[in-house]
């Protein structure tokens, strides 16, 4: 009987984790850790949401099996959504499946629709999920750039050009995560153009297309004509109405891709618990205020939180989007490596923050960092850093003006 299993040895030790499991063994021992590893928002959902779940939950026929593609009155909220948002039109019955989370969504396309063998073109540094998705279901990955300019168009063409057999998926992230990227329409136009004249799917997650700043909305990939002909894209209530422990996302667009990932998913599950997809509705159709509460607040707290890291002597560049900072370790640290940088910030400076080669081996010499916590607890982390690195012999600025 064998002991190693196919899937299983293709899944390298999660490097994120070490740093997860340093910080509950800290908060075990009573200390104080300011966590802004983990992208999971510190603010709760709509009073109106909340009170739905209840409302629904107390129905005694409420509690059966759900549908795996999603009740049919969420599925037409997404498409509302995307109507009011985008000004793209969507058939909530043959475009829209509900999925548990955009990251279960993801891994259910790639198991419809990945044979063993296929390539698939996905950035890096990325999200796990855009490529272990991807390794689960047996395919191999050929790492594209982040960056969306020239230099990553000619990167797919590179792909097309050198790769046995050539690409048949792209997978796209913006507002990006880990990096905060952000792109344009036009970035999407040629994107679409170039997939259609290649015969390249594109898997696009639109999770973070609501925390977007200075006054700059993120576009959807669909907004592109003809783009429901080579794409499909995700987005998720998580970070947009702070419903990440709900487990409620999308996926939408081309017909051919949706069908068979509903055909999946109809054989893996039975759907989110049906007073929490009636919640959902409730989040997409009414009040719509709390999206930009939230923006404006994790606006407000990616500019303390850069000002006030500055001041510790930690130069981070200003996200336009997201919940995340994607910080160069100071320079006088790189040396370390962002796996032990981000130990020592835990273990010195009571600061936790996650290291860039959990996202990919061009992630090395980054530190995510996430504004999960209130403007004073930044404040905090910045004093607490400060601290690290003048221990460490970095100069800030406070020891430049002694």
């Known amino acids: 009987m064998s002991e190693e299993f196919y899937r299983i040895k293709r899944l390298p030790p999660y490097v994120i984790a070490e740093v997860n499991a340093m910080r509950a063994a800290a908060r075990a021992g009573g200390e104080d ?3 802004l590893g983990m992208g ?14 209840c409302e629904v ?3 005694p026929d409420a509690h059966g099996y759900s549908q795996s593609k999603g009740i049919p009155g969420l599925r037409r909220a997404q498409a509302n959504y995307y109507g009011r948002r985008f000004g793209v039109e969507l058939d909530p019955e043959t475009e829209v499946v509900v999925t548990m989370g955009s990251k279960e969504g993801l891994a259910s396309l790639a198991t419809a629709i990945t044979a063993p063998g296929d390539v698939v073109l996905a950035p890096n540094p990325s999200y796990p999920i855009h490529t272990f998705g991807f390794i689960i279901a047996g395919a191999t990955i050929r790492a594209v750039p982040t960056t969306p300019d020239d230099a990553y168009f000619e990167s797919l063409e590179r792909a097309m050009n050198f790769t046995v057999p050539r690409p048949s998926i792209l997978v796209v992230n913006y507002p990006s995560n880990p990096t905060a990227e952000t792109v344009d329409l036009a970035f999407y136009e040629r ?23 200075d006054g700059k909305p993120t576009p959807s990939i669909l907004q592109v004509k003809g783009a429901k002909d080579v794409a499909v894209e995700f987005t998720s209530l ?24 509903s055909r999946v998913k109809s054989y893996l599950d039975y759907g989110a618990f049906t007073p929490i997809q009636a919640a959902a509705c ?27 890291f500055a001041r510790a002597g930690w130069e981070i560049p200003s996200p336009r989007a997201s ?11 790189a040396h370390l490596g962002s796996l032990e940088f981000s130990k020592q910030l835990l273990t010195h400076a009571k600061v936790a923050v996650a290291p860039g080669v959990g996202y990919g081996e061009n992630g090395e010499g980054f530190v995510r960092i996430a504004m999960v916590e209130n403007e004073q607890r930044l404040r905090q982390a910045a004093r607490n850093v400060k601290k690290y690195l003048q221990s460490m012999g970095v100069n800030t600025p406070a020891a430049n003006a002694g």
């Not at 009040?287 to 006030?308: A, C, F, G, T, W």
């Open 57 to 59: 939950a107390r129905k």
């Open 33 to 35: 850790i300011i966590d």
């Open 282 to 308: 409730a989040a997409l159709n009414g009040p719509q205020d709390i999206v930009e509460k939230n923006r404006l607040l994790y606006h407000k707290r990616r500019d303390v939180m850069v000002e006030s």
């Open 238 to 261: 998580s970070k947009t109405y702070s419903m990440a422990g709900w487990r409620i996302g999308f996926a939408v667009g081309n017909k051919q891709l949706i069908a068979a990932m």
């Open 191 to 213: 994107l679409v153009a170039w997939a259609r004249e290649n015969k390249v799917w594109i898997l696009s997650d639109l999770a973070y297309s609501e925390l977007y700043f």
């Open 323 to 333: 919940m995340f900072a994607w910080a160069p370790l100071p320079p006088a640290l």
């Open 40 to 53: 999971n928002p510190d603010l709760p959902p709509p009073d109106h949401v909340i009170e739905k779940l």
